[in-house]
């Protein structure tokens, strides 16, 4: 029956349509808080969109990142809002700008403080919303955009995180889902999500393919980025490109790496 709701009864409701949740009292979503960090990204020459995520957040792979061939992709996370996934991919196909696509969103959102959300289209075009009040045990919250991505996340152990995720896009050699794969290992490398390593995904679409061209997800697992990553080294799939991470033998890209540890408060 929720299913034949009108989308704007389903905000007023609180109705999560990815996941049939239902808003708390307090307006977050009652099957938890997406917080977590992520990239999106797009590869003019390709014609290829994708992103990235790893999160404490079970299966956070099939709740925040949305993309689709020929538009562009999109993250929602922290109080994250699955019923706007498809919806904001419909406004960037019909010619909006990323600001504007943020701004529909978010304007009679009575939650929109608590957002964290990132959106690029085949331009290479992104923007950023960081939540103005996140939660307080979100830590370090931030993002970073650059020529054809943008990265962000929240619960991180420190910026250090969203930096290196950036600089990993920005260097790294290869085919556009290489790259977000290296982006993704290096803020977990540089400590990820605070709370720990749950799970982890990574999506790209391709012009011309029909969906989701590379679907790979890690829904729970006691580290979840590098069993991604190895998953991905074993992959047999034409996303692929020249990047070392991504070939076999797999080696650990930090095998010093701690567990994450929250900053210290100020």
């Known amino acids: 029956m929720l299913r034949s709701v009108s989308l704007a009864l389903l905000g007023v409701l ?12 307090d307006g977050a979503p009652s099957d ?4 977590t960090f992520s990239i999106v990204a797009i590869d003019p ?4 969109c994708g992103a990235a995520v790893a999160s404490k957040y079970p299966a956070v792979g099939k709740v925040v990142p ?24 419909d406004l ?7 600001e504007e696509v943020l701004g529909e969103l978010l304007r009679d959102d009575k939650n929109k403080d608590k957002r964290q959300l990132a959106i690029i289209d085949m331009e290479g075009r992104a923007a950023n919303r960081n939540p103005a009040k996140p939660d307080d045990g979100g830590q370090y919250c931030g993002a970073m955009s650059g020529k054809n991505y943008a990265c962000q996340g929240n619960t991180l152990t420190g910026r250090a995180v969203v930096v290196d995720m950036a600089k990993a896009f920005e260097e790294t050699k290869g085919s556009l889902a290489d790259r977000l794969m290296a982006a993704l290992v290096a803020g977990d490398c540089a400590g990820g999500d605070h709370r720990g390593r749950l799970a982890a ?3 790209v679409a391709k012009k011309g393919v029909d969906g989701v061209w590379l679907d790979l997800q890690i829904e729970k697992s006691d580290d979840a980025v590098i069993e991604l990553a190895k998953k991905y ?6 996303a692929k490109g020249d990047w070392r991470g991504g070939k076999l033998p797999f ?7 701690g567990e994450p540890k929250a900053p210290k408060e100020r």
């Open 233 to 238: 080294a074993e992959l047999k799939h034409e």
């Open 14 to 25: 609180g109705l999560s349509i990815g996941s049939e949740a239902v808003e708390r009292n």
């Open 201 to 203: 995904g990574i999506r």
């Open 66 to 89: 949305y993309v689709r061939a020929g538009v562009g992709a999109f993250c929602t996370q922290h109080w994250h809002n699955p019923k706007w996934g498809e919806p904001a991919l």
């Open 251 to 257: 080696e650990h890209p930090c095998p010093k790496r």
């Open 45 to 48: 020459e390709t014609g290829t």
């Open 92 to 98: 960037l196909a019909k010619g909006k700008l990323p």
């Open 32 to 35: 938890g808080i997406t917080a």
